[in-house]
């Protein structure tokens, strides 16, 4: 009886999370719309020096991407109910890894931790492609959402193998550090986490479904001492 108690008490929590978020989203939504409008208004003043005009058009530029954002979490939540529709296109995706390893790179500079991305274990050369059928932003945050749990979980001074195979059809995410036994079951489920500060558990649930709706694999391999490895079968 406490079991089925259990269950349906976690149920109505999540259903309660759920309507959070939903207008969470819409609120969000809102309030962006009108900031980023504003700095067209305060552009029409000539004059504004060069660098005021710059600073107004990153704040407008980082409204636009909070909407985005907030924009792909609907998409999220229509994956999560099997509704949304994917718009594929082939695309290389190597460049997408260069973007993302930009990025993080950037954001935790002081980490020394470094990113290396091989081809059939061969270090990657200008003339390497890797084309796939996919929804391009989707697989952006995918990759951003797995790079970022790597890049949190790695020991300073290491490095992020990026493992790609045209015979596999694969990306191998690799980092040193070991995933906390009590999650490794459970690893790609929602709001799971250990260990982490800021971690919500909505990274690697998020990846996930993204590679479920394109109809991919993905999975978790600890099996060697002090290295985690997650997997993309494409």
Excluded at 83 to 99: A, C, G, Q
Excluded at 190 to 217: E, F, N, P, R
Aim: include cysteine; charge should be neutral.
């Amino acid at each position: 009886m406490g079991t089925i108690n259990d269950i349906s008490e976690r149920k109505k929590m999540e259903a309660i999370r759920d309507d959070v978020d939903k207008i969470m989203r819409h609120d969000l939504r809102s309030s962006l719309i009108g900031i980023v409008g504003l700095p067209d208004i305060l552009l029409e003043n000539h004059e504004l020096t060069q660098k005021e005009r710059d600073i107004l058009c990153a704040i407008q530029d980082s409204g636009y991407k909070l909407l985005s954002m907030i924009e792909n979490s609907v998409s999220i939540y229509r994956m999560e109910i099997g509704s949304h529709e994917l718009n594929l296109s082939k695309i290389d995706i190597i460049p997408v890894l260069k973007n993302v390893i930009s990025g993080l790179s950037r954001k935790f500079k002081n980490s020394s931790i470094s990113f290396k991305i091989l081809v059939e274990d061969k270090i990657l050369t200008n003339r390497d492609s890797f084309l796939l059928d996919c929804e391009d932003t989707f697989f952006y945050n995918m990759i951003s959402n797995l790079l970022l749990n790597s890049l949190e979980a790695s020991p300073l001074n290491e490095t992020i193998f990026l493992k790609l195979s045209f015979s596999k059809k694969s990306l191998s995410i690799i980092n040193k550090g070991s995933v906390p036994l009590e999650i490794r079951n459970k690893f790609f489920e929602k709001y799971v986490t250990a260990g982490k500060k800021s971690g919500t558990g909505i990274g690697t649930y998020s990846a996930a479904l993204i590679a479920k709706t394109h109809g991919w694999k993905i999975w978790l391999d600890t099996s060697i001492l002090n290295e985690t490895t997650v997997t993309v079968k494409f």
